[in-house]
């Protein structure tokens, strides 16, 4: 009763008796029920009135707050959040270009093209159209990946940590698999090589050090219990110094000698050979295969610029006990992904158009020059939207490939950097600066670093994106205002 007391004292403040019903409310929001249906529309009436009466009655809502009018804007502007995905389009400006927090690769245009006309129909995933039989979802992938990697058979499951996983349980469960120390890699999360080889019912038998590792330290480790030799691309660091390792084409004929199969675990591998574009140079799978290597395992979603797949390419002895390991049929890729990765496959067979169609080589190729002039573009357009809090420079930068191709290697690149005029309180107004970029409708991902906000603009290559980034620029200035 104190509260309809207080109501009356402050007149204009809403009394829970001034709310309307939830069956009220409803009636008023036919356009929406008509669009939404009934269920959600009213759940969300529910939790907005339950929310307003809560406020009514600690005497917070206004007169106002409680029109018609303004209670079907919000349940509008409540059903419209509810419904908005989770998963949301952003602007890469940390200079880090395969991003796997940011979806890694980006996908070729010609790989998303025919996706919403094969996924929203039947399609021929598992069968075969020449004999009107069964046929194996793998075989829409298997010919190109032969053709363009030189292997005689390959299969496909659902990343490379899949394929890993898959190649050392079919080959060596119950059995040892012989590693370099200097290789027993961590990739991030729960994916460390000694524990997918428990995983996988492997027994991981280490060999040499950190930093040296000789054949001999394999041949020695040779045993009636061993099953395969390993090499695992160290991809995401780098052991310099006093070191020595063995390459791929003399371990091989240790393995072979044994008659054991060797298998290489690549990480990112690339399809084709950076370094015609300055790019350093990582080994490929077809080079790995050349060599010797009887299974080589590489990811779809990294430099090969596809969707998130594990590829696995090899002789066909080792190919089919891999694929008929029953744990292939719980790593197996979906028709979604699949379908992309044919279409990037089918992008290498044209390799002179590669720096146009696949946008992570597009990316990683943009030339210098591009970027310093978008760059010296945009910096007063920034500078002017962030004034008199921040000052804008352009820059030079040195981004990364990223996802743990070519740990060490740094991309020469351009941007803006973007520092707070205030000595005090460096620290918050960059946070409140990266915050406010992260919150516009297309969000901004920048890195802070040395006391500034680095916009590197390597992947701000497609002009939708720098309209849509210029377009967002008041919209920055109202937020910090
Ligand atoms: C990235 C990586 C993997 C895992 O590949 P995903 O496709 O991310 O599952 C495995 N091994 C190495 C060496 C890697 O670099």
Redesign the pocket.
């Known amino acids: 009763m104190s509260q309809s007391r207080e109501s009356v004292v402050h007149g204009s403040k809403a009394a829970p008796k001034d709310l309307p019903s939830t069956d009220k409310l409803l009636r008023l929001s036919e356009p929406l029920l008509a669009e939404h249906g009934h269920s959600l529309v009213a759940a969300e009436a529910r939790a907005l009135l339950d929310r307003l009466r809560v406020r009514a009655v600690a005497g917070e809502l206004s007169q106002e707050a409680v029109k018609p009018e303004r209670l079907q804007a919000l349940l509008a502007e409540r059903v419209a959040a509810r419904l908005k995905p989770r998963m949301q389009a952003v602007l890469n400006l940390t200079g880090t270009v395969i991003h796997t927090n940011l979806g890694r690769s980006l996908l070729a245009d010609a790989a998303l093209q025919d996706l919403p006309r094969l996924m929203a129909g039947p399609n021929n995933l598992e069968f075969d159209l020449a004999s009107g039989g069964r046929g194996d979802r793998d075989s829409l992938v298997e010919g190109l990946l032969c053709e363009l990697t030189g292997a005689e058979a390959a299969t496909v499951v659902n990343?490379?940590?899949?394929a890993?996983l898959l190649a050392i349980a079919a080959l060596a469960r119950g059995r040892e698999v012989i590693l370099s120390r200097g290789e027993l890699?961590e990739?991030g999360g729960a994916?460390r090589m000694p524990d997918v080889m428990a995983s996988a019912g492997a027994r991981l038998v280490e060999v040499g050090t950190t930093n040296r590792t000789h054949a001999r330290d394999y041949a020695g480790a040779i045993s009636p219990e061993t099953a395969m030799l390993m090499k695992?691309?160290t991809?995401?660091y780098q052991v310099q110094g006093f070191t020595a390792a063995v390459e791929e084409a003399e371990l091989a004929k240790i393995a072979h000698a044994h008659d054991l199969p060797l298998v290489t675990?690549l990480?990112?591998g690339a399809l084709v050979d950076l370094s015609q574009w300055g790019l350093p140079r990582e080994p490929l799978p077809q080079d790995m295969l050349a060599a010797g290597c009887d299974v080589v395992t590489f990811?779809?979603?990294?430099l090969l610029g596809g969707p998130?797949a594990?590829l696995i390419v090899g002789k066909r002895e080792f190919i089919e006990r891999i694929r008929k390991f029953p744990m292939k049929r719980a790593l197996r890729m979906s028709k979604l992904p699949l379908a992309a990765l044919e279409a990037t496959l089918r992008l290498y067979l044209r390799p002179e158009r590669l720096t146009e169609d696949l946008p992570t080589l597009r990316l990683l190729t943009r030339p210098l020059e591009a970027i310093r002039n978008q760059a010296e573009q945009l910096q007063p357009l920034l500078a002017a939207a962030l004034a008199p809090r921040y000052t804008v420079l352009v820059r030079e930068m040195l981004g990364q490939i990223g996802?743990?191709s070519l740990p060490v290697a740094r991309l020469p690149s351009a941007g803006l950097v973007i520092a707070p005029v205030a000595s005090k309180g460096i620290g918050t107004a960059l946070e409140r600066l990266a915050e406010a970029l992260r919150a516009l409708p297309l969000p901004v991902i920048a890195r802070i670093a040395e006391d500034q906000l680095w916009l590197d603009l390597r992947c701000l290559d497609r002009a939708d994106h720098q309209a849509a980034f210029i377009g967002q620029l008041s919209a920055l200035q109202e937020a910090l205002a």
């Open positions: 990343n490379n940590a899949a890993v890699v990739i994916f695992v691309h991809s995401n675990d990480g990112s990811s779809g979603d990294k998130q594990g996802s743990g």
